[in-house]
């Protein structure tokens, strides 16, 4: 597997309405609240939308290959880190450590306030997807996709950050 063309793929390819997850939660993405994301530091040079929306992309990847419903997948994903503070602040890194903890309550909360209809799947998937972090498990298939999802994208922002893979142009 080319890591660098799957990074710049996921990272650097603009969104258009007819990708995958765009199907499901595109309504959502397009709304301020996600879109404001833009502004916060995930990962070094990597924001909040990017990040959220790689997530997105693979978590729906993998519903879609496993032949799963992928749409809470979808919601879950672009809704599973919507809090809006930079997670370095504090002091000696504890608010750091903490924060791995309280993001998803904060997330989900968020997300209730920006998607009335939310299911409690959807809210399910928000609210574990730091697991094995927060002890208790994802409860569906969708909620393991998108744990998942973030585990692999957090890694490949992390070896973005540390200039162990490029991204490509051209992909
Ligand atoms: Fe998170
Ligand atoms: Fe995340």
Redesign the pocket.
């Known amino acids: 597997m080319n890591f660098q063309k799957t990074f710049s793929r996921l990272y650097f390819c603009a969104v258009d309405d007819k990708e995958p997850f765009m199907k499901y939660a595109g309504e959502l993405y397009k709304t301020q609240q996600v879109q404001g994301l833009m502004q916060y530091e995930q990962h070094l040079q990597i924001n909040r939308l990017q990040h959220i929306t790689a997530v997105a992309r693979v978590a729906v990847d993998i519903c879609e290959k496993l032949g799963v419903e992928a749409g809470s997948a979808a919601r879950g994903a672009v809704m599973?880190?919507l809090f809006y503070y930079d997670w370095r602040d504090g002091i000696n890194g504890k608010w750091h450590c903490l924060h791995?903890y309280k993001?998803?309550r904060y997330?989900a909360r968020n997300a209730k306030q920006l998607y009335e209809q939310i299911t409690r799947k959807e809210e399910k998937i928000i609210l574990r997807?730091?697991w094995p972090l927060t002890v208790m498990p994802p409860e569906s298939v969708q909620g393991f996709a998108v744990s998942l999802a973030?585990k692999y994208c957090a890694t490949l922002e992390l070896l973005y950050s540390k200039g162990i893979i490029t991204a490509e142009e051209n992909v």
């Open positions: 599973h880190d791995g993001h998803p997330s997807h730091m973030d």
